[in-house]
C-alpha cells in the first residue's frame, strides 16, 4: 500500500524482516571507531531506524573529553540505539592492571553512561572461569553483557565457539558475537563452522560479525560477499555485527532484497 509520507510506498518489502524497534531478531550493530558527534548525529537521522547497536569500538571511550561522549551516548539512547563498550578496552584493563581493577573499569563505565559492556578475549585469552567471572561481575555492577567467542589470532572449532557461547549465556550474557576472524579463510564463509554454531546455538541471540579491514587480506569485496552469504544463509532477520557506518542503508537493502543481488525470484503464478 502506497503511504505518501514513504518514497515509492508500493514498493512492499519482504514480512519476514523486522521492520521496527526495538527488535528481538534481525539487529545490525555499527562499529563506531570514533565518529564525530555530528557525523553520528547525521548518520542516526539518515538510517537510525535500522540501526540497533552500535558498539564503541576498542578502546576509543578513553580518548573522549566526558561531556562529549556522554553527548553521543545520549543521542544513541533517545534514537533506541544500545552503546555498548567494545570487549578489548576489558581486555586491555585486564592484561595491563589484573582482574582487581574490573569493578572499577565497569563502575566506570555506569558512571560515563554506558548500560551494556562486551566481554571477550580477542587477543587475551580467557579460561572458562574467567569468563565466567568477568560476565557475572558486570551484571552484578548493573552492566548488561554481550559476550564475545572466537580470537582474532588462533582458529578454534565450532564445538570450543559453542562451549564458550554457552558459558556466556550461562553467566549472564544477553547476546553472543561470533569474532569475524574465526568465520572466513582465504576471504571465504567457513560453512563446517558456521553450520555447527548454528545446530547448536538459538541464532536469535546471536550476532555474526562482519570481517573489516583490520583482519589481514580481507578485501571489501569479502566484506560484501560475506553479507550477501549471511542473508542468503539466515535470511533478512539474521543479527549482523561490525556494519560501518556509510554502509548502513546499503546493508538493509540487502536484508529486503533492493541491493545489488536483487530480490529472490518469485514463482510465476500465470
Not at 152 to 181: P, R, S, T, W, Y
Request: net charge positive; charged share 25%.
Amino acid at each position: 500500500m502506497a503511504t505518501k509520507n514513504i518514497p515509492f510506498g508500493f514498493v512492499e518489502l519482504p514480512r519476514e524482516r523486522s521492520q521496527k524497534k526495538p527488535r528481538r531478531t534481525g539487529l545490525t550493530m555499527m562499529a563506531d571507531f570514533g565518529l564525530p558527534l555530528h557525523y553520528a548525529t547525521d548518520t542516526v537521522e539518515l538510517a537510525g531506524p535500522y540501526i540497533d547497536l552500535a558498539k564503541i569500538a576498542v578502546g576509543t571511550s578513553r580518548l573522549y573529553e566526558l561531556p562529549y561522549l556522554r553527548r553521543k551516548l545520549a543521542m544513541y539512547k533517545r534514537n533506541r540505539i544500545r552503546a555498548f563498550i567494545g570487549g578489548q578496552f576489558q581486555e586491555y584493563v585486564y592484561a595491563t592492571y589484573g582482574a582487581r581493577k574490573l569493578p572499577v573499569f565497569m563502575m566506570e563505565a555506569k558512571r560515563v553512561g554506558f548500560e551494556v559492556i562486551e566481554i571477550s578475549d580477542n587477543c587475551v585469552p580467557l579460561s572458562d572461569a574467567e569468563r565466567f567471572r568477568q560476565i557475572k561481575l558486570a551484571r552484578d555492577s548493573g552492566l548488561a553483557v554481550f559476550g564475545e567467542v572466537g580470537s582474532k589470532d588462533m582458529k578454534n572449532d565450532a564445538g570450543l565457539l559453542v562451549h564458550q557461547a554457552g558459558i556466556c549465556f550461562k553467566a549472564g550474557a544477553e547476546l553472543v558475537l561470533v569474532e569475524a576472524a574465526e568465520l572466513i579463510a582465504n576471504g571465504r564463509p567457513k560453512m563446517k563452522l558456521i553450520n555447527g554454531i548454528r545446530r547448536a546455538l538459538d541464532m536469535d541471540k546471536v550476532l555474526i560479525e562482519l570481517p573489516g579491514p583490520w583482519i589481514s587480506n580481507v578485501t571489501l569485496s569479502a566484506v560484501e560477499d560475506m553479507k550477501k552469504f549471511l542473508v542468503a544463509e539466515f535470511g533478512p532477520d539474521v543479527n549482523i555485527a561490525n556494519v560501518l557506518p556509510q554502509d548502513i542503508i546499503e546493508t538493509e537493502a540487502l536484508r529486503v532484497g533492493l541491493g545489488v543481488v536483487g530480490p529472490k525470484p518469485k514463482t510465476n503464478k500465470g
